[in-house]
């Protein structure tokens, strides 16, 4: 259950006193949450590697770094340092507004085109990326990279350097890669947040198998348990799921309206938008299939959506 503390609104409040396995759709949030704030502080220390890279390559293609590498390399570190040592608080401001979602990968499109051809910033422009795939959407993520990656072929051209080279394919893998890492990371994170959900549904599945009583056998317990063996018994009946899958997003925002939320408590838990939950609400009705948000509500309570259907929805839960 979520829990308001002094100087946060977000869903890492989620009390840490709850029992495991996570029963209410708040907990599982935090436990996303708490995988998303994760992989960003990875990716910040993988930007720290690529500053060491982008100054690695200039040296050795151009003898020292320009002061264009150096002052874009710097930026990277200072960025790089504050989201490894605060990484809630970095991912939380970045994940406020969509411009700030945006931000890393603007700025690697920047460092790229400026920095002249073939721009040694193509290795923190990568993972700036990477930190724009776990704080947003798949079509902006991928919009960054394929921004940055026209970014750096116009920064070549610009600087007179051919794309492709005599001998061999020139800057064009570079180019193609930003966008197709992109994609990629964006895919390992989101199924990521899914293995988490996958693990805490097998949590609660344990939790909910409870041994049968020990029963002392007699001739008439043991005359009634033979015929019931005997006797076909009619195959369990599997709850109707629906073909659609909701994103790791979709699915946070449904869990905390199933525990009572409004939306602009949503928001403020998950320290986004109203606009934001809207989007989000809006697009898991349409991959489902729901008429309403209610309906949408409906349908995870009942078990109908392909995941989760194990869920323990209180529809009078508080925060």
């Known amino acids: 259950m979520l829990e308001r503390r002094p100087g946060t609104s977000s869903a890492l409040a989620v009390s840490e006193q709850a029992p495991p396995p996570a029963r209410l759709g708040a907990e599982l949030v935090h436990l996303v949450e708490q995988l998303y704030v994760r992989l960003v502080r990875v990716g910040f220390a993988i930007l720290l590697a690529?500053?060491?890279l982008t100054?690695?390559?200039?040296?050795?293609?151009?003898?020292?770094?320009?002061?264009?590498?150096?002052?874009?390399?710097?930026?990277a570190a200072?960025?790089?340092?504050?989201?490894?040592?605060?990484?809630?608080?970095?991912?939380?401001?970045?994940?406020?507004?969509?411009?700030?979602?945006?931000?890393?990968?603007?700025?690697?499109?920047?460092?790229v085109l400026v920095d002249g051809p073939d721009s040694p910033c193509w290795w923190i422009a990568l993972p700036l990326l990477w930190i724009v795939a776990a704080v947003s959407s798949t079509s902006l993520a991928v919009g960054a990279a394929v921004a940055t990656a026209l970014a750096f072929v116009l920064g070549t051209v610009l600087g007179g350097q051919p794309l492709l080279g005599p001998d061999d394919t020139g800057v064009l893998p570079a180019v193609v890669g930003l966008p197709v890492y992109t994609l990629v990371g964006r895919v390992l994170i989101d199924g990521f947040a899914g293995l988490v959900?996958?693990?805490?549904?097998h949590g609660v599945t344990e939790f909910r198998r409870h041994p049968d009583p020990m029963n002392v056998p007699n001739l008439a317990v043991a005359a009634a348990a033979s015929t019931a063996r005997d006797?076909?018994?009619?195959?369990p009946r599997r709850a109707r799921r629906s073909g659609s899958r909701l994103t790791a997003r979709q699915l946070e925002v449904t869990l905390l309206l199933c525990d009572g939320l409004r939306q602009t408590e949503i928001a403020e838990c998950l320290g986004i938008s109203v606009?934001?939950?809207?989007?989000?609400?809006?697009?898991?009705?349409?991959?489902?299939?729901?008429?309403?948000?209610?309906?949408?509500?409906?349908?995870?309570?009942?078990?109908?959506?392909?995941e989760p259907a194990w869920i323990d929805v209180r529809p009078s839960g508080s925060r």
């Open 197 to 201: 959900l996958e693990r805490h549904r």
């Open 55 to 75: 100054l690695l390559f200039a040296t050795l293609e151009h003898g020292a770094p320009s002061l264009a590498t150096a002052s874009f390399v710097a930026g």
């Open 78 to 111: 200072a960025l790089a340092l504050a989201g490894v040592a605060r990484p809630g608080g970095v991912y939380l401001l970045l994940r406020s507004r969509r411009s700030f979602q945006l931000a890393p990968g603007a700025f690697g499109a920047v460092a």
């Open 231 to 235: 006797t076909p018994q009619p195959a």
């Open 275 to 306: 606009r934001q939950v809207e989007r989000l609400v809006g697009a898991a009705r349409e991959r489902v299939g729901a008429a309403t948000t209610g309906e949408l509500v409906a349908m995870l309570a009942s078990g109908s959506l392909r």
């Open 50 to 52: 690529g500053c060491g």
